[in-house]
Every structure is written in C-alpha cells, then in structure tokens.
C-alpha cells in the first residue's frame, strides 16, 4: 500500500516537501539527518492511511527504503542519495523482526559508498537470515543465487579470491541460465586471481561437460573479453 501511494503520481515527493511542516516529522526518522523529503513522504502516507505510530514498523521503513533507493539513477535522483536511502535501511533493521530483504538493501548500499567491508558482513547476514526455514518473505532459489552473486563479486573486489571462489561455484549451479553464466565467470575469474590451475581446470571441465558446453564456454569467453 504504502509503495502504490507515491508511485501513483511522484508529484508527491515535490508536494510533501512543502505541505508538511519539517516540525512534523515522522517518528524515527527526526532523530536521524535522513533527507526531509522521506521524512515528509513518511508522515504524509502516515497521515493519509491513519496509521498510529506503533504500525510504522521493519516492513514500513523497507519500503520507503526501496522506494528512496528507487529514485537514485533517476530525474529525481537529488532528492536520494545513497546516505539516506543506506539511514532508511538502517532504521528498517533497528525494528522488531526484520526481513533479510533489509539486511540485503543495506549491504548494497554500503558498497555504493565503497564500504567493502560493511557491505560484506550485511549480505551475509541476509544470506544467512534468507536461508532459515522460517525466513519472511520466503526467498525463491533466483534470490539466493543473486546473494551469492553479489557476495562473489564484492569478495573478489575487496581481494578474498577464496571467498568469492565458493559463492561464484553455488552461483553457477543457479537453475537460472543468466545467473549460471554470470557465476561460471566469475568462478573463473576468482581461479584466475589465485592462480590455482587445478581449480581452473575443473571449471572448464565442469562447463564443457554440460548440455552445449561448447556454447556455453564461447559465451563465458566473450564475456571475459568483455569484462572490465
């Protein structure tokens, strides 16, 4: 509900920010110097569904989260920036049960803001929160792969080729013909790193092995070529 509310017209997010007195703000959000334009957008859907305070829980705050996220690479993209969107998602897991979405959001973006280190120990935990059996929302296999891709990639920029070796090899297994060939490169790139031959040999037996392994190896060629 709250996410149809500003995407149904984004005049909102210009609205909010002067029909709503800064004096106002939302709880939770006055205590933090998060962008006063989701501070209104807060109080605004607030208001307008006539929630009490005690309702503005985890699951709120992720989708303001999203919805700021959203705006980033936009024409509206003065109005976030990865510090308030990175705030929001902070306040999400500060809330009683928080889903690993949150914990997924934040580590993304700690890596906007060239915190490696942070933005590793958060994907982790959303890894290790999606994969409990009583994980809300339960993740679909293409959401655990996309943890294991992500964490593949920061492990190898942040030099942990062994790290990023294993999260690349559950990623290439991915029912999903995208993400398979995204994780049998990067697994080849992280063997590359650590110059272990063996391990390089058997991914290239692995993919050649497979239902046209040919093919597959020349796309994960072009894509190595292609790869910065």
């Known amino acids: 509900m709250l996410t149809i509310l500003w995407y149904q017209d984004k005049r909102l997010l210009q609205l909010t920010s002067t029909s709503i007195d800064n004096s106002t703000s939302s709880p939770g959000l006055s205590d933090s110097p998060v962008s006063s334009t989701w501070d209104n957008v807060s109080t605004w859907c607030q208001r307008f569904l006539n929630l009490p305070d005690s309702d503005l829980d985890s699951l709120w705050y992720e989708r303001l989260a999203e919805a700021a996220e959203s705006y980033l690479d936009s024409s509206f993209s003065q109005i976030s920036t990865a510090d308030n969107v990175l705030l929001l998602w902070q306040r999400a897991i500060q809330k009683d049960k ?24 958060q994907l982790k935990i959303a890894l290790k929160e999606a994969e409990r059996e009583e994980a809300t929302p ?44 995204q994780g049998q490169l990067g697994h080849l790139k992280a063997c590359l790193g650590l110059f272990d031959v063996e391990a390089l040999r058997q991914s290239l037996e692995s993919t050649l092995s497979q239902e046209n392994g040919q093919d597959k190896m020349v796309d994960i060629l072009r894509m190595i070529a292609r790869d910065p």
Do not use: V
Not at 140 to 161: F, V
């Open 138 to 181: 339960k993740p679909e296999p293409k959401d655990i792969a996309d943890l294991h891709l992500l964490l593949g990639l920061y492990t190898y920029n942040a030099g942990d080729m062994q790290d990023s070796l294993q999260h690349y090899l559950i990623a290439s297994k991915s029912e999903d013909a995208d993400q398979a060939r």
């Open 98 to 121: 928080p889903s690993w979405r949150c914990y997924h959001g934040l580590g993304r973006m700690h890596h906007a803001l060239f915190r490696s280190g942070d933005a590793i120990a």
